[in-house]
Structures are given as structure tokens and as C-alpha cells.
């Protein structure tokens, strides 16, 4: 963030930077999550990814990393034995998965406006 002639932050990025930061996000919570297999819940990995995209570049990138968290965390996990799995059962997955996912960016974005809030009352 930059400060303005007015006294007050804004933020300067680009949709390539965002675009950037929730593919990387998302690139390391596959790893790990590819690393701890099927014995250990990713489901912090991929929250910490919705979390820093939420923070860093707002609730519109956060809901769609989350989108895009979807299939990768379907895929390294979800898929075990996937044939043997009603599609019912598939897709309550995956809707329980989005909801954890977007609860995370509520946090997120809280988390974001009381700092934007603390900075804007901080008399330095």
C-alpha cells in the first residue's frame, strides 16, 4: 500500500499480481497436501491459500480461489476409489468443502478490515 496525497492508503496491485498470488497459494497447498496423502486432512493447507488471497487481494479472489481449490483438492483426495462413490455423496463434498472454504474468506476478510481499521485510527 502507498499513501496518497489525502493522507490515506490505497492499494496499488494488478490483477497479475492477485492472479499470481492465488496460483501460488494454491500450488504449495497441493504439494503439501499431495505429500500427506490421504491419512491427513488438507483442509488447513488450502485455507491458509483462501486466507492470503482473501487478504491480500479482497473476497472476490478469495470465493474464486476457492473455486479453483475445488478440483485440486477433489482430485488429490476425493478421487480415492471415486467409482464406488455415488455422485450425492460427491457432490455433498464438494458443497461442504466451498462452505468451509468461503467461511475462511469471511474470517479472512474480517481479519483484513479490522487492520484496515486499526491503521486508520493509529494516530502515527
Not at 490505497?10 to 497479475?16: D, E, K, L, T, V
Not at 460427491?90 to 468443502?97: D, F, Y
Request: a neutral charge.
Amino acid at each position: 500500500m502507498i499513501e496518497s496525497h489525502s493522507g490515506k492508503r490505497r492499494r496499488h496491485g494488478s490483477a497479475w499480481s492477485a492472479g499470481t498470488a492465488i496460483a501460488v497459494a494454491l500450488i504449495l497447498s497441493a504439494g503439501l497436501d499431495a505429500l500427506t496423502g490421504n491419512q491427513a486432512s488438507p483442509v488447513l493447507f488450502y485455507l491458509l491459500a483462501i486466507g492470503v488471497a482473501t487478504y491480500s487481494c479482497g473476497t472476490t479472489a478469495g470465493l474464486f480461489a476457492a473455486m479453483l481449490a475445488l478440483p485440486i483438492w477433489h482430485q488429490l483426495n476425493g478421487s480415492v476409489d471415486s467409482k464406488s462413490v455415488p455422485f450425492g455423496i460427491s457432490a455433498w463434498n464438494a458443497i461442504s468443502r466451498f462452505v468451509i472454504l468461503a467461511i475462511g474468506v469471511g474470517i479472512a476478510e474480517w481479519l483484513r478490515d479490522a487492520s484496515k481499521a486499526s491503521e486508520d485510527h493509529d494516530p502515527n
